[in-house]
């Protein structure tokens, strides 16, 4: 989602790791020790001196009178943590198609380095008191709503997890989050999963609370004519499972839940399931009445095919604009389908996919030890194949995550 056709007097400049406090139009900034006073009615060539000083950054934003809004740009930056693995990934073994093990890394500070075993050890508090603030967080009203009603970005701070924080980064304290178009996310780590399931892999089986979401800054792209998108291959229609039935909570409705907790409300829900289902039990007994106007249920499975049909990717991520909210889910377990559609998703021959989509989520089966059991004969590559493949993802433009 870009911010394309705003107005001349937004100025446009990188500024790195640079801290800002808006006082009126006017923008007081500091970079390492230096500080400076932005009026953001200055001319173009003031503007242009701070790009021109602080132009290698990774962060780029359009800051105007009213609000400071992410561009879109195709600069990602990786934390250290996963810098670390990506250029690690044949020193661990990672590139073994023999089920290596991958939880021994939070036990042994051998297998990486103590530094790195430290700061893995560390973080994993810091998402720990991230998963405490996301469940605490009291649900929100509709924020496009309020942004058509008001156009004012202000409403953005209420998805903060703390009012009294205005960056995630708090809850991450050091280099420690990634930082995309979409605003930060969680590192690429092993074992592609929640880490607890380390200790007990089936009560985090499908455990969504490593993955990270910046709520304000998905907000602050929003445009009053947004549309708000969720395409699902591999839907589930459990809306009604609730924690400790027999049939677990999916995952794609806890995300759902999670969105609309944030203030985000979808409002075009696209469902793949090559299972069939009977039509009367969908509308009935499975989508919910809030889903009812939303929610749309084609039961038939994907193509790979580029320009097909039954390709979401080709026939109806392109349909959308850039100034609309694009999550795209995909897990339909079939290695064959899934990493080509994956892989014209980094190929991006139309050169669009990385403007439109705004999150990416996507279970890879390869081989690894610890999810063997639950993936089976579905494994298909190593997890080397999977980190390079969400990396570059993130570097395309795509905000990547492995899935539960």
């Known amino acids: ?143 496009l709503k309020e942004i058509q009603t ?85 839907a589930s229609l459990l809306f009604h499972a609730k924690a400790g039935d027999k049939a677990p909570v999916q995952p794609v409705v806890n995300l759902i839940n999670l969105y609309k907790k944030f203030g985000f409300h979808f409002d075009h829900i696209y469902g793949f399931e090559v299972t069939p289902f009977e039509a009367e039990k969908v509308y009935k007994k499975l989508i919910t009445k809030e889903y009812m106007t939303s929610y749309h249920w084609i039961n038939v499975g994907v193509t790979k095919k580029r320009k097909g049909k039954l390709n979401p990717l080709h026939s109806i991520v392109k349909q959308f604009s850039e100034d609309d909210l694009i999550i795209v889910k995909l897990d339909i377990d079939t290695a064959s389908i899934e990493v080509p559609l994956v892989r014209q998703l980094l190929e991006d021959k139309d050169d669009v996919y990385h403007k439109l989509i705004d999150q990416f989520y996507f279970e890879h089966h390869v081989h690894q030890e610890e999810l063997a059991p639950y993936w089976k004969l579905s494994m298909e590559g190593t997890i080397k194949d999977s980190f390079e493949l969400f990396h570059g993802l993130r570097k395309k433009g795509i905000p990547a995550h492995f899935w539960p």
Do not use: W
Request: net charge negative; hydrophobic share 35%.
């Open 1 to 143: 989602m870009g911010i394309s056709g705003k107005s001349s007097r937004t100025q446009s400049f990188a500024l790195g790791f640079i801290s800002c406090f808006v006082l009126s139009n006017v923008y007081l900034m500091h970079h390492g020790s230096e500080y400076f006073m932005i009026n953001t009615n200055e001319s173009d060539s003031v503007m242009s001196k701070i790009y021109e000083a602080y132009a290698p950054s990774a962060l780029e934003y359009a800051i105007d009178n009213d609000s400071l809004l992410p561009r879109h740009n195709q600069v990602y930056v990786p934390s250290s943590l996963e810098q670390y693995f990506i250029e690690n990934l044949d020193n661990l073994g990672y590139d073994s198609v023999d089920d290596p093990v991958t939880c021994n890394i939070y036990k042994d500070p051998n297998i990486t380095t103590p530094s790195i075993h430290a700061q893995l050890t560390e973080y994993s508090g810091f998402l720990d008191s991230y998963e405490n603030a996301t469940k605490n967080f009291q649900p929100i009203p509709d924020l």
């Open 150 to 234: 008001s156009n004012n970005y202000d409403v953005c701070k209420t998805a903060r997890l703390d009012p009294n924080i205005n960056d995630i980064r708090a809850f991450f304290p050091g280099d420690n989050l990634c930082s995309t178009q979409s605003g930060f996310i969680e590192p690429l780590l092993p074992p592609m999963r929640h880490h607890g399931i380390c200790t007990d892999v089936r009560a985090h089986l499908y455990d969504m609370n490593y993955l990270v979401h910046d709520f304000e800054a998905m907000c602050r792209t929003l445009k009053p004519t947004s549309k708000r998108i969720l395409i699902d291959m591999g």
